[in-house]
């Protein structure tokens, strides 16, 4: 076996050895005489070697020529253009997107390639590539050399019309996703590096099999100030993308977001509150039992952020959730059905611990009635039930009680008006779950709701001393 052989035999790039043969000959003619066959055949095999990349992921410009294998996931038009001179000929380009297990890219065919590939390509096809990577308009693509179809190997990334949540895999574009929509965030703009302004927003749909983050760029940022959680949309041309370990759904200038008529149903999947453990991002469902007042503060750069508290219960505990940034704004009222993903588990007041909803949590009111009529006593108590029954009896009877004893307060006030029965005086000792004027102390069997001028905080355990009426108290000593 001659030396050319010995190198070819040792190379995993996919080359024949006629076609190698050539390429050896080649690079002794470009030496000069100034290399044997052996040392061009080491060139070359470097040169090979350099340009078999693992995967559409380890392309990026700067390399001189890459190799691989990849998936057809969508097929563009070709278009026509004007070449400078005026005799030359129009040339033609086809854009088409490719994929692998490890993302995805785009790749160009000119002239006799492209008005080739137009008749044959189609998504679903597996194809070996040779080519330039360039830094084009939307990322990395690849200027095509030679490009030919390979039935033999296997790309694990599907390619269909619709798709679900559980379906989508990196590296897939022109998704359609229809899905119910979870939650919207606010536009926000940043500085690109050529000096223009970008416009990004997301937010979040979900389907039986689950839910994913939807962003939207520039022209498309703006759709989420015109789009309420609850309708059903479908999210059109969209390209799928990893961020953080996790998968996103982008829509750039040629996707949409529209809104369909469909009836699409989302379960989400919640870690019990008692389960939940410092330094995880959890899923949570529960009634909102407190709300706390919108408070803003000065961060150390000098901007403004804000903080909003609520309490959360489900049947196996309560837990305080801090809604940050845009997430204060949410208008959660007690009686809420919500559900909240990927909180952040911290260490809280007291030893306790608390969730933290930031930019990248979802929050979900799972039921449509009147729960803050109800938690006024407006509401009669079955409007309460329907919103709660799926959390057992225990978060019922919490919130029937609540509903309940308010009623009845007011009807004790009422009776004031014609009755000179004293109230009776009480001394409460429970933990504040809810801070303000009124401040809602829960001792763990019973919640009750005391008028108070002192300073106290959420998770601060305090005993009250005072007249009480019904399910409220008049504090006169708070300690």
Same mark, same amino acid.
């Given at each position: 076996m001659g030396v050319i052989d010995e190198v070819h035999g040792?190379?995993?790039?996919?080359?024949?050895?006629?076609?190698?043969r050539d390429a050896v000959e080649e690079k002794v003619e470009q030496m000069g005489g100034l290399a044997d066959e052996e040392t061009a055949a080491m060139l070359i095999a470097h040169e090979l070697d350099e340009s078999e990349v693992n995967g559409v992921a380890d392309i990026?410009?700067?390399?001189?020529?890459?190799?691989?294998?990849?998936?057809?996931?969508?097929?563009?038009?070709?278009?026509?253009?004007?070449?400078?001179g005026d005799d030359a000929e129009d040339g033609h380009v086809l854009n088409v997107d490719v994929a692998d297990e490890t993302g995805s890219i785009r790749i160009s065919l000119w002239d006799e390639q492209a008005r080739g590939a137009e008749e044959e390509l189609e998504p679903g096809q597996v194809l070996r590539i040779k080519g330039r990577p360039t830094d084009g308009y939307s990322g990395t693509e690849v200027n095509v050399d030679q490009a030919e179809p390979d039935d033999d190997t296997e790309?694990?990334?599907?390619?269909?019309?619709?798709?679900?949540?559980?379906?989508?895999?990196?590296?897939?574009?022109?998704?359609?996703?229809p899905g119910k929509l979870l939650d919207t965030g606010t536009v926000r703009t940043f500085d690109r590096d050529d000096g223009s302004e970008g416009k990004v927003a997301n937010l979040t749909v979900g389907d039986e099999t689950g839910r994913i983050r939807i962003t939207l760029w520039d022209e498309r940022a703006d759709i989420v100030e015109e789009l309420e959680p609850g309708i059903t949309v479908e999210i059109v041309d969209g390209y799928v993308r990893e961020r953080?370990?996790?998968?996103?759904?982008?829509?750039?200038? *040629?996707? #949409?977001?529209?809104?369909?008529? %469909? +009836?699409? &149903?989302?379960? /989400?999947?919640?870690?019990?509150?008692?389960?939940?453990?410092?330094?995880?991002?959890?899923?949570?469902?529960?009634?909102?039992?407190?709300?706390?007042?919108?408070?803003?503060?000065?961060?150390?750069?000098?901007?403004?952020?804000?903080?909003?508290?609520?309490?959360?219960?489900?049947?196996?505990?309560?837990? *305080?959730? #801090?809604?940050?940034?845009?997430? %204060? +704004?949410? &208008?959660?009222? /007690?009686?809420?059905?919500?559900?909240?993903?990927?909180?952040?588990?911290?260490?809280g007041w007291a030893d306790?611990?608390?969730?933290?909803?930031?930019?990248?949590?979802?929050?979900?009111?799972?039921?449509n009635s009147s729960p803050t009529d109800a938690a006024n006593g407006e509401s009669d108590t079955n409007e309460a039930e329907t919103g709660l029954d799926a959390f057992g009896s225990d978060v019922e009877g919490d919130v029937e009680e609540t509903t309940t004893t308010e009623t009845e307060s007011d009807s004790t006030a009422d009776a004031n008006t014609t009755s000179t029965d004293d109230g009776e005086q009480v001394e409460f000792t429970g933990t504040v779950v809810q801070a303000g004027n009124p401040v809602v102390l829960d001792d763990g069997e019973e919640t009750i709701s005391v008028e108070t001028d002192a300073d106290v905080h959420l998770g601060q355990e305090v005993t009250v001393r005072g007249e009480r009426r019904g399910g409220k108290l008049d504090a006169e000593d708070v300690f």
């Open positions: 040792d190379l995993d790039a996919d080359i024949s050895l006629d076609e190698f990026e410009p700067g390399i001189e020529e890459v190799k691989f294998v990849a998936k057809v996931t969508s097929v563009g038009d070709i278009r026509t253009f004007e070449r400078d790309i694990d990334v599907q390619v269909q019309d619709s798709y679900s949540v559980s379906d989508l895999s990196l590296g897939l574009s022109d998704v359609n996703l953080d370990g996790n998968l996103e759904l982008h829509v750039g200038n *040629r996707g #949409a977001v529209e809104e369909i008529d %469909a +009836d699409i &149903e989302y379960v /989400p999947e919640s870690t019990p509150i008692a389960n939940l453990e410092i330094g995880d991002t959890e899923d949570i469902t529960g009634v909102i039992r407190s709300s706390d007042p919108k408070r803003t503060f000065d961060r150390d750069d000098g901007s403004e952020g804000q903080v909003k508290n609520v309490r959360v219960q489900d049947e196996t505990g309560d837990i *305080r959730v #801090a809604l940050w940034g845009e997430k %204060a +704004d949410r &208008e959660l009222a /007690p009686g809420d059905k919500v559900a909240f993903a990927d909180v952040s588990i911290k260490d306790d611990i608390e969730a933290s909803a930031g930019w990248q949590s979802t929050i979900s009111v799972l039921d």
